[in-house]
Nanobody
Framework: QVQLVESGGGLVQPGGSLRLSCAAS????????MGWYRQTPGKQREWVAT???????IYADSVKGRFTISRDTAKNTQYLQMNSLKPEDTAVYYC?????????WGQGTQVTVSS
C-alpha cells in the first residue's frame, strides 16, 4: 500500500507560479511512473503530466512549456512546478503513483488562479 500526500496548492494571480509536492510513504525509486492529474467540478479528471522511472517526462498540450514535473528519489517526493498560471488551470490537483500494476492516488490539493 502506498500513501501519497500532496501539498503546495493555494491562491495565485494569473501569471504567477506554484510548486506542488507529492510525498510518498515509501521509496519511489522503482515506481514505473508517477504523475499529476487535475479535476474541476462537473468534469472528468484530466491528465497533466507523467514522469517515468527512467526520467522521461510527458505533458498535456495545455500545460506544455509552462509546467515541469520532477521527482527526488532521496526524498520520495515528486513535484509539479507550475509557471505562467492561467485561470483555466484552476482545479484540484491529484498525484498518482504506479509502482507496478496498481495505481495509487493522493487526496488532492486545490489550486485557484484568480485576480
Amino acid at each position: 500500500q502506498v500513501q501519497l500526500v500532496e501539498s503546495g496548492g493555494g491562491l495565485v494571480q494569473p501569471g504567477g507560479s506554484l510548486r506542488l509536492s507529492c510525498a510518498a510513504s515509501g521509496s519511489i525509486r522503482s515506481f514505473l511512473t508517477m504523475g499529476w492529474y487535475r479535476q474541476t467540478p462537473g468534469k472528468q479528471r484530466e491528465w497533466v503530466a507523467t514522469i517515468t522511472n527512467n526520467g522521461v517526462r510527458i505533458y498535456a498540450d495545455s500545460v506544455k512549456g509552462r509546467f515541469t514535473i520532477s521527482r527526488d528519489t532521496a526524498k520520495n517526493t515528486q513535484y509539479l512546478q507550475m509557471n505562467s498560471l492561467k485561470p483555466e488551470d484552476t482545479a484540484v490537483y491529484y498525484c498518482k503513483a504506479r509502482p507496478a500494476r496498481e495505481d495509487y492516488w493522493g487526496q488532492g490539493t486545490q489550486v485557484t488562479v484568480s485576480s
